[in-house]
C-alpha cells in the first residue's frame, strides 16, 4: 500500500475497522499521518454510517428512565459489537471510579457524553479512549433547582459538538428556565438568551437527531403527561416545536419516549394494558414503523436494524412484581413481518439487571483536534 496514491489508499483504509486502523498507525509514520487527519476521520466516519458497519452496542449500568429502581451496577458500562454481539467488554470510561450514578446523555459520531452526580459532565471516545472532562457547571446557583436536563449532539455548520442544558429553577413558586450551550471548541459554557415557555415533567436527557436535541415537554404547567416536542437546533441555537404524532387515545397513554434510531427521531409511548407499544418515526412526516404486542414487553426501545435489514434489535422490559426486575431486561431480534420476538440476544460477560442501551458508531473523532493538545483528563473552561 506505500506505494499506491493517496486516493487509493483512503478507499481502502476507510474500509476497516478502528482496531485494525490503530494497528496501522503503528506500521509508518505516514500512515499514522494520513489516518490521523481530519480528512480521513470524517470520510471513515461517513462510510461507516452510510453502510451501517463498525458499529457497537453500549450497556450503561445505570437503569434506563422509565425505571426508578435503585439496582445498578455501579457506574459500568459494556460494549459489544453489534456484529456478534456475543461478549461484552467492560469500558475504563472516566468515572468508572467515581461515586453515584453515571448516566449516559447521548452518542453522536462515536463520541459519548455522560455524566456523574459529583464530577459533572465528559466526553468520551471509547474507540480511542481519548475523554475530556467538562468545567463545572454554574457555581452560583441561588434558586431552588428543580429540573435539570441536558442534550448533546453534532453542529455539522460549525463543525462543533456542544453539550445543551436547560436548568429549572423555582422563585417564590414561580418556576422558570436558564438555557446555556458548551462547545468543544471553545472548551466552555455561555448562557444564551431564548424564550422556553414549556415545563418539563421528567428528567430525562434530550435525543440527538437531524441536527437538534429534542425533548418531550408540555406547555401547560396542570398537565401530568407531556403534549409536544420541542427541538433545539445546534446551529441557529433556536427551539421550535414538533407535533406529536397522532394518538388514537391519548387517555389511555401512561408515559411517553422519544429516541433515535438509524439516525432518525422516534417517539413510542406506553398505554394501559393491552394496547401495544407502538413506535413511530420522523422522517419529514410522523410514520407507524412498529407495533409490539405487550407480549413482548412493557418497555421497548428500538436500537438497530440487522445488516439485513429484516430484523430489528430492541430492548425489552417486562413489568413484574414490586422490586423484582433484576432479570426482566431481555435484548431480542424483533421480525416485524411475523410481529414477534424472534431471537434472544445473550451476551456473556455483562451482569443481569437494570440497564440503558444505545448504538454508538466506532470511529477516530479526536476531540484533541477541537479543543486542543492534552485533553485526557483536562478541564475545560467557562465564560
Not at 215 to 242: G, Y
Amino acid at each position: 500500500m506505500a506505494g499506491l496514491p493517496t486516493d487509493i489508499n483512503i478507499d481502502i483504509l476507510s474500509r476497516l475497522s478502528i482496531k485494525c486502523l490503530l494497528r496501522f498507525k503503528c506500521a509508518s509514520k505516514s500512515f499514522c499521518s494520513l489516518i490521523d487527519s481530519q480528512e480521513f476521520i470524517k470520510i471513515h466516519l461517513k462510510r461507516s454510517i452510510e453502510t451501517n458497519t463498525n458499529l457497537s452496542l453500549i450497556l450503561s449500568g445505570t437503569p434506563a428512565p422509565i425505571l426508578l429502581s435503585s439496582r445498578y451496577w455501579g457506574g459500568k458500562i459494556f460494549s459489544a459489537s453489534l456484529d456478534s454481539l456475543n461478549l461484552g467488554v467492560e469500558l475504563d470510561h472516566p468515572f468508572k471510579n467515581c461515586k453515584g450514578r453515571t448516566p449516559i446523555i447521548d452518542s453522536c459520531n462515536g463520541l459519548i457524553a455522560l455524566k456523574n452526580d459529583e464530577n459533572g459532565i465528559a466526553f468520551w471516545n471509547p474507540s480511542t479512549k481519548e475523554h475530556l472532562i467538562l468545567p463545572k457547571f454554574w457555581g452560583d446557583l441561588k434558586d431552588k433547582v428543580h429540573r435539570v436536563v441536558d442534550g448533546f449532539g453534532y453542529d455539522a455548520v460549525h463543525d462543533d459538538y456542544k453539550v445543551f442544558r436547560l436548568v429549572q429553577f423555582v422563585r417564590e413558586n414561580v418556576e422558570y428556565t436558564e438555557v446555556s450551550v458548551y462547545s468543544l471548541r471553545s472548551n466552555s459554557w455561555r448562557r444564551i438568551r431564548v424564550d422556553f415557555p414549556y415545563y418539563i415533567l421528567h428528567g430525562w436527557d434530550g435525543t440527538f437527531a437531524d441536527g437538534h436535541v429534542h425533548w418531550l415537554v408540555t406547555n401547560n404547567p396542570k398537565d401530568d403527561i407531556e403534549n409536544l416536542i420541542v427541538a433545539f437546533n445546534l446551529e441557529s441555537e433556536e427551539f421550535q416545536e414538533v407535533p406529536l404524532p397522532h394518538l388514537e387515545d391519548k387517555k389511555n397513554v401512561l408515559v411517553m419516549f422519544v429516541g433515535n434510531f438509524s439516525g432518525c427521531l422516534y417517539f413510542s409511548c406506553l398505554c394501559n394494558y393491552p394496547q401495544p407499544v407502538d413506535i413511530w418515526v420522523l422522517k419529514g412526516c410522523w410514520t407507524k414503523a412498529f407495533s409490539f404486542h405487550r407480549s413482548v414487553g412493557d418497555y421497548v426501545k428500538a436500537l438497530a436494524y440487522s445488516k439485513s435489514e429484516d430484523k430489528v434489535l430492541v430492548d425489552k422490559f417486562k413489568y413484574g412484581e414490586e422490586d423484582d426486575d433484576i432479570n426482566r431486561w431481555e435484548l431480542y431480534w424483533y421480525d416485524p413481518q411475523s410481529q414477534k420476538a424472534a431471537d434472544q440476544v445473550t451476551i456473556h460477560g455483562v451482569p443481569q439487571g437494570c440497564r440503558d442501551t444505545l448504538v454508538c458508531v466506532d470511529s477516530l473523532v479526536s476531540l484533541a483536534a477541537y479543543a486542543g493538545r492534552g485533553v485526557a483528563g483536562r478541564e475545560g473552561r467557562m465564560s
